[in-house]
């Protein structure tokens, strides 16, 4: 069982699912959009290795056709749930007001002190977990299939820059603006608005074209010289710690910087920041893909996890 590939609990996953969408209000940081953590799974799982790519099929529910990114929101869907309600501080982490800093044993906790409770200790935490799988010593008191929906999911997360963010405002959700002309703020600005508003204005809505631009930028474009340092990963805590440093650094310098409660972000904002938001996508999706070829595949040796 410890493979989990009987899958027994189709039902109560697909009811989840429903519910999932019913639940609108929820009252923090919600990581990025539906669409950020769809993109970000669709670049994962177009680069695994034959062995890791039917790991990950063989992990996931079958009404989903082996699609990965179908279930990479699952994480925000529950997060109120009774049952998961030890994730929802996993989503994010919360530093200092304006130190523009990230230091994981000063940050990385639950509101409660609760050490590791963090998108960062997450990432460990289910990598840890999934690594287990390939040598079939899984501890059965884990579920193979959340820790790769968690561990690809919170991958997202920790490349959304406002994820890293501030703790009196929430990581930006208690910056109330406009963008453009409706009322939004400025974490679900990071999370949503700039995607959409690309997607609308170049992409004819539509994320498949969006998706070609972003891996023909990394495979043949104006990252293409990037990749291989994005990939590159000697040490799991410290690559998940450089991560979250990169997002708080973006954070504070083009989310932050400059922005006035009230006030009216449009083009200058989109224009300047829509780069940054793409590029942190192609990141996280890159990098999850490192990070699932290498626990889950046969190549590469995996990584020196903490038992
Ligand atoms: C693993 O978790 C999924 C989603 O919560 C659930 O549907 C499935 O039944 C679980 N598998 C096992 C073996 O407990
Ligand atoms: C790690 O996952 C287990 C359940 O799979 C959970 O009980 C624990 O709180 C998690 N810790 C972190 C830091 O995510
Ligand atoms: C891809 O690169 C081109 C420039 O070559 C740029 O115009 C476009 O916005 C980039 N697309 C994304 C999604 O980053
Ligand atoms: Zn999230």
């Known amino acids: 069982m ?7 609990g189709l039902v109560p996953f697909g009811a989840l699912w429903l519910l999932g969408f019913a639940s609108i209000m929820v009252p923090r940081a919600q990581g990025w959009s539906k669409e950020g953590h769809i993109m970000t799974c669709r670049i994962a799982q177009a680069l695994l290795e034959p062995e890791a790519g039917e790991a990950v099929e063989n992990l996931l529910p079958h009404y989903v056709k082996g699609d990965l990114s179908a279930l990479c929101v699952w994480p925000d869907q ?19 007001d304006n130190a523009c800093s990230f230091d994981y044993s000063r940050d990385c906790h ?35 299939t959340e820790a790769l929906l ?12 406002m994820h890293v963010g501030f703790t009196t405002d929430e990581g930006g959700n208690t910056v109330n603006l406009r963008w ?20 609308a204005d170049y992409y004819n809505k539509d994320l498949d074209l969006l998706l070609q ?39 504070c310098k083009w989310g932050y910087k400059g922005v006035d409660p009230g006030e009216t972000l449009a083009d200058d904002y989109f224009n300047s920041r829509m780069p940054i938001l793409m590029k942190r996508i192609a990141q996280g999706g ?20 903490p038992t």
């Open 110 to 144: 639950d509101p409660h002190g609760l050490e590791d409770m963090c998108v960062a200790g997450a990432i460990q935490n289910f990598t840890s977990q999934l690594s287990h799988y390939r040598e079939g010593t899984s501890d059965r008191r884990y579920n193979m």
């Open 180 to 199: 453009f002309r409706h009322k939004s703020n400025l974490h679900h600005v990071w999370d949503r608005e700039i995607l959409l508003t690309a997607l």
């Open 78 to 96: 529950i997060r109120h749930w009774y049952r998961y309600r030890w994730t929802s501080s996993l989503h994010f982490i919360d530093t200092p």
């Open 213 to 251: 631009d972003i891996e023909g930028n990394f495979t043949d474009g104006i990252w293409s010289d990037d990749v291989s340092s994005w990939r590159h990963c000697d040490d799991l805590a410290s690559c998940i710690n450089k991560y979250a440093v990169e997002s708080i650094d973006i954070a």
């Open 150 to 161: 968690f561990l690809s999911h919170f991958m997202g997360d920790i490349h959304q820059p």
């Open 286 to 305: 890159v990098r999850l893909a490192m990070i699932l070829n290498r626990v889950l595949g046969d190549s590469e040796e995996g990584f020196a996890t």
């Open 2 to 8: 410890d493979r989990c590939s009987g899958f027994a």
